[in-house]
């Protein structure tokens, strides 16, 4: 079972992936915008980060900035979830420190699927 932080500022998407994920076992935490995401990861150690790009407060980008300056989460895999899917930003994505990008609209099994690679270090 893995522990794993989802940050996504819309709900219904927030819910639909918890759902699915708990189903496959795994150990769930939200954040419904980039400021609760951060406090969230300093105080505990997630396996994997799942971000949307466009949250309130600081972007997915941004987190994602952050946490690769702290010392002691280098090592967290981080997938960015993102409408915004042209190669401009999914590089601005990766250059940021993101190991993963995933394009919206996806659907919750191939979701399920890139996951269960990533956490098995395959590629995903």
């Known amino acids: 079972m893995a522990k794993i ?11 639909l992936v918890v759902d699915t994920l708990e189903d496959e076992g795994h150990d769930i935490d939200e954040a419904c915008d980039g ?9 505990n150690d997630y396996d994997l980060i799942l971000l949307d790009y466009m949250m309130p407060i600081y972007t997915g980008l941004e987190v994602i900035q952050q946490v690769r ?11 960015m979830l993102s409408a915004k899917s042209q190669q401009a930003d999914q590089q601005r994505v990766i250059g940021a420190g993101a190991d993963y990008f995933m ?20 590629d995903a």
Do not use: C, F, N
């Open 69 to 79: 300056q702290m010392p002691d989460k280098k090592h967290v895999k981080i997938m």
């Open 103 to 122: 394009a919206k609209p996806y659907s919750p099994l191939e979701l399920v699927q890139r996951i269960e690679a990533i956490l098995h270090g395959e």
């Open 35 to 43: 400021e609760e995401a951060l406090e969230m990861i300093k105080q």
């Open 5 to 15: 932080l989802l940050a996504e500022d819309e709900e219904v998407l927030r819910m």
